[in-house]
C-alpha cells in the first residue's frame, strides 16, 4: 500500500471512529494551591513521586532503559494574603539501586493567583502540567528533568487556556566552559465550539524554544536556537454512561527549524503528524497514536520520536523518514483525594524497523498541605 493511502486510511480511521492520544496526565501532574481561607497560614507540603519505567526498545533511534526510584519534595508554605503563595524547600532524588541521592537541589517559588491568571517566580508548575505533545515534550522529563526554574504566566477562561513561560537552564559566569542555556514555550488552546450534550471542539497551539550561548563564556562552540511548534485540533465528546465515559481525537501537524548562523543539529528543519484517537471508559483509557516524521529533531522532545538518534550506542545514526504506531493502555486508581496509583502499557510497532517493542510503567503521586498555624497580624 502507497504510503500516502496508508496515512490516509489512518487518518480516516481515527476521525470516524471518535476514538485522543495527547497523554492524559492529570494524576502525575502538581499544581500549587492557592486559596483565600489560606491567608496568614503557615503549612508544611509534601510532593512524593514514586516511578518505575521500562522502555523494551531495541531500535538504533532510542536506548531501552529502566528507570527505578523517587522523589521527594518537603517544603516550608506561607500564604502572606488570600491570593499570595510563597514556598522554599529541597528536592530530593533517588535511583534505586544507588546508594547516593541522583540530585538534591533547593527548591522555592513565589504564585500569585487571581481569578483568570497566575504568575510565579521560581520553581515552576512544568514538566507535565505544561500539556504538551510528546514530539514536543518527553513525558520522561517528570522522572529526569524534573524542575524548571525561571518565570511562568498562567490563563484561565471559559474557553481559553494558557500557559507561557522561560526556563533558565545553566546560568553562566566570567569566562566558564560552557554556553548559557534557556528554554521556553507557550500552551495555548481555545474552544471554538462547545455544547450541552458534551461535545466539544479545541484549537491548540504549541511551541518550545531552546537558546545556549552568550557573551561571556569561553566554550568555542557558536549559537545554537532551536524552535519546535505544533497546531491541530482537538475533538472530545462525553458520554453519560457508566462505563464508557468519552471519546476524542487529538491531532497536530509538527514542525521544527534550527535558526542557528552556525548549523548544528542533524536536520535543519523538518515537519511531523501526530495523529491520535481515544477511548475512556471507567476501568481504563486506550489510546491509539500514529506519527509520521520527516527529518525531524527536538532537543525537548520525545526520543522515539525522532529523526536524529539518541542513542549512546548508534551514535550519528539517523533515520529521516520516521513512522510508528502507539497503543496505550493508561489506568490512573484514586486511593485517596491527593494519593494516585498510575499503570501504563505501551506497545509500539516501527514501520521502518518491524519489530515489537513497548514500554510499561507503574507511578505513584502524593501531595499534601499540612495546616501548622495561623500568623498572627
Known amino acids: 500500500m502507497p504510503k500516502y493511502q496508508l496515512f490516509s486510511l489512518l487518518f480516516s480511521l481515527l476521525i470516524t471512529s471518535k476514538l485522543q492520544a495527547q497523554l492524559d496526565n492529570t494524576a502525575l501532574e502538581y499544581r500549587l494551591t492557592v486559596k483565600p481561607e489560606y491567608n496568614q497560614d503557615f503549612r508544611i507540603g509534601l510532593n512524593a513521586f514514586g516511578f518505575t519505567r521500562n522502555n523494551e526498545y531495541f531500535n538504533d533511534i532510542a536506548d531501552g532503559y529502566t528507570l527505578f526510584g523517587y522523589h521527594l519534595n518537603p517544603k516550608l508554605v506561607y500564604f502572606p494574603a488570600e491570593f499570595v503563595r510563597l514556598e522554599a524547600g529541597v528536592f530530593l532524588w533517588q535511583d534505586f539501586g544507588n546508594n547516593q541521592f541522583t540530585q538534591i537541589r533547593p527548591t522555592f517559588t513565589l504564585k500569585v493567583q487571581k481569578k483568570n491568571y497566575s504568575l510565579l517566580f521560581g520553581n515552576l508548575e512544568g514538566n507535565l502540567n505544561h500539556g504538551y505533545i510528546e514530539p514536543l515534550y518527553d513525558f520522561e522529563k517528570v522522572i529526569n528533568d524534573n524542575l524548571e526554574t525561571g518565570v511562568q504566566f498562567l490563563l484561565t477562561r471559559e474557553r481559553t487556556k494558557l500557559d507561557a513561560y522561560i526556563d533558565w537552564e545553566r546560568m553562566i559566569y566570567p569566562r566558564d566552559p560552557f554556553r548559557e542555556e534557556i528554554a521556553g514555550g507557550l500552551i495555548f488552546e481555545h474552544t471554538a465550539w462547545q455544547t450541552e450534550n458534551g461535545w466539544r471542539l479545541g484549537l491548540p497551539i504549541q511551541f518550545t ?73 471507567r476501568l481504563a483509557n486506550v489510546m491509539l497514536s500514529y506519527w509520521q516524521g520527516k527529518n525531524y529533531v527536538a532537543e525537548k522532545g520525545g526520543r522515539l520520536f525522532q529523526s536524529a538518534t539518541t542513542s549512546f550506542l548508534h551514535p550519528g545514526y539517523q533515520e529521516p523518514d520516521r513512522k510508528l504506531l502507539i497503543l496505550r493502555f493508561l489506568t490512573d486508581v484514586k486511593l485517596l483525594d491527593n494519593l494516585f496509583l498510575t499503570l501504563r502499557l505501551e506497545p509500539i510497532y516501527d514501520f521502518q524497523n518491524p519489530a515489537f517493542e513497548f514500554s510499561n510503567g507503574f507511578y505513584i503521586h502524593y501531595y499534601t498541605d499540612l495546616f501548622v498555624s495561623k500568623v498572627k497580624q
Request: proline share 4%; charged share 15%; hydrophobic share 35%.
Open 209 to 281: 524554544a531552546q537558546h545556549k550561548g552568550g557573551q561571556i563564556d569561553s566554550s568555542d562552540l557558536p549559537l545554537l536556537t532551536v524552535f519546535n511548534g505544533a497546531t491541530g485540533f482537538n475533538l472530545e465528546k462525553k458520554l453519560p454512561g457508566r462505563f464508557w465515559q468519552g471519546v476524542y481525537t487529538k491531532n497536530y501537524y509538527v514542525v521544527n527549524k534550527e535558526f542557528s548562523n552556525v548549523p548544528q543539529l542533524a536536520f535543519e528543519q523538518g515537519h511531523g503528524l501526530y495523529l491520535n484517537a481515544g477511548v475512556k471508559t
